[in-house]
């Protein structure tokens, strides 16, 4: 019987965690590979860690180039992993687990979502997992970027191959001798993710205790309500390395729509606010979101930013930028406040930013695999929810139809063809294996076939481990499980 998120109190752990996927949209892509090192808030090991394995489903190519990253085959997957069901089961278990802050590296964009998405697609809460039972989630990335930016000493910064800082996980990694033995392994990369916290908490803990601090969306809430109107230091990778990632922002205002109860609007001092004084709210809005590409040369976007509470932004009071992380970022602190004492001339700089962030007309919903963000789950489907999952297989088939939400009576049948196809009778499994068949082979409108997309990977991929023979074998061993897969359903 699985947990049905009733509220639970005890001591606080940190989780850190880190997907291998077959490919890197999260919304689309697979997880097959999730490893755990369960250790308490001082960074010490409450276990040794490890690693479950989630089987590829017959609807599903996977990706090529990410077999050559992380080396794990399907064949491998299939035979040491679970069903993606019982897969998803298992992480469901260990992230909610009462008092577990969930944390990787870079997880706010990618891990995270990848968890959301997998229970999404089997029945499971997808928000649960990190904020019931005293849950809480934490991204490392940006606190290494905050150091970065704010208090680099005691760490050694990697440099890439263009001269320019890298923040990759492996290479901080190897610049500060942590031992990371099996890059894109997800055990090697959670331990080596642990080891970067450790230094920055011994070379900067009163900016490591900050971030942890900080880390919940209440934290964050009472942080902003208590600075709106001021300036503060916010620290992001949208600034680029040349800012190192820091900028100085007036908070503005929250957002007025509800589906964005979580959105604050702020102005970036270190830039010319001229733009708000001139434009439009929808030449601004235009602007802001127009592709770089289209962008006129010595155009550039107004500055304009939005912080959402609930992705572990890391703010901090604007005295945090101290003369030497100005001097380094180029912030002119004399010109900050002067665009500040300017902009509180705007007739209502409120109003014009919640503006040109209205939420756009709702487009129609993806297909039902990507459609998590479509509306939360009512009560009685989430409660519906826990009865089908633990339903016998046989018997998942008369749930169709049951649900309010008509994406879960969708995903019935997926469920069921991607976990227990067994339980199919002749004329589902020919409805299931046409799915498959569409699935991989037709083409979407403006797009091109999962299949084709299939093929033009694997030349890049090839590149990718060209000096490898071990993994050119695996390459070429998912190559033909790919073909092997779509001549099944020719």
């Known amino acids: 019987m699985e947990s049905d998120g009733r509220e639970t109190v005890m001591e ?63 064949r491998f997957a299939l035979e040491e992993g679970e069903i993606e069901s019982e897969f998803a089961g298992m992480v469901f278990e260990d992230m909610s687990h009462p008092g577990s802050c969930c944390v990787g590296y870079n997880s706010e964009k990618f891990d995270s979502k990848i ?17 019931d039972n005293g849950n809480s989630k ?21 440099r890439a191959a263009d001269g320019s800082t890298s923040l990759r996980l492996e290479d901080l990694a190897r610049e500060n001798g942590l031992g990371h033995e099996s890059a894109h392994d997800a055990l090697s990369d959670v331990e080596a993710t642990v080891a970067l916290a ?18 919940t969306t ?42 964005q109860n979580r959105d604050v609007f702020a102005i970036d001092l270190g830039r010319d ?22 962008l006129e040369e010595g155009t550039t976007r107004p500055p304009i930013v939005r912080i959402k509470t609930n992705e572990c932004p890391f703010l901090a009071p604007i005295g945090t930028v101290d003369g030497g992380a100005a001097l380094r970022a180029g912030i002119d602190m004399d010109v900050c406040r002067a665009n500040q004492r300017r902009l509180s001339e705007h007739g209502d700089l409120a109003a014009l930013l919640q503006e040109v962030h209205a939420p756009p007309a709702r487009e129609s919903l993806p297909d039902v695999d990507e459609a998590l963000y479509g509306g939360f789950v009512g009560r009685r489907d989430e409660a519906r929810s826990w009865d ?11 749930f169709r139809g049951t649900f309010d939400d008509a994406r879960l009576n969708e995903m019935v049948f997926r469920f069921r063809g991607r976990n227990y196809p067994e339980t199919f009778g002749p004329a589902e499994s020919r409805a299931w294996k046409e799915f498959c068949r569409a699935r991989l082979l037709d083409a979407p409108e403006g797009a091109v076939s999962r299949y084709d997309a299939f093929r033009a990977e694997i030349e890049p991929a ?7 023979p071990d993994r050119r074998a695996r390459l070429a061993e998912a190559e033909e499980y790919g073909e092997a897969l779509v001549a099944s359903l020719r």
């Open 462 to 468: 090839s590149a990718l481990c060209a000096d490898d």
């Open 198 to 215: 450790r230094l920055v908490r011994t070379a900067q803990p009163n900016l490591y205790d900050w971030a942890l601090g900080q880390r």
């Open 273 to 294: 606010p001229e733009a708000l004084f001139r434009m439009a709210p929808d030449e601004l809005r235009t602007l802001l979101h127009a592709p770089r590409e289209s």
């Open 138 to 158: 934490w991204d490392l990335r940006n606190v290494v970027l905050a150091a970065y930016a704010l208090r680099p000493d005691g760490i050694r910064w990697p």
């Open 388 to 398: 089908f999952r633990n339903a016998d297989p046989a018997d998942l088939g008369s």
């Open 12 to 74: 606080e752990t940190l989780l850190w965690y880190d997907f291998e996927t077959w490919g890197n949209r999260v919304a689309s892509a697979r997880p097959v590979q999730v490893a755990f090192l369960r250790t308490d808030l001082d960074l010490e090991p409450v276990d040794d860690g490890y690693t479950y394995y989630c089987r590829p489903s017959g609807d599903f190519l996977p990706s090529p180039v990410s077999t050559a990253i992380h080396g794990i085959t399907p």
């Open 218 to 259: 209440r934290s964050v809430e009472r942080f902003v309500a208590d600075n709106m109107g001021r300036a503060v230091a916010h620290v992001s990778p949208l600034y680029g390395y040349d800012r190192r990632g820091v900028a100085p922002l007036l908070l503005v205002a929250r957002s007025a729509h509800a589906s």
């Open 115 to 131: 968890a959301r998405f997998l229970f999404w697609r089997n029945f499971l809460p997808p928000y649960r997992a990190e904020h």
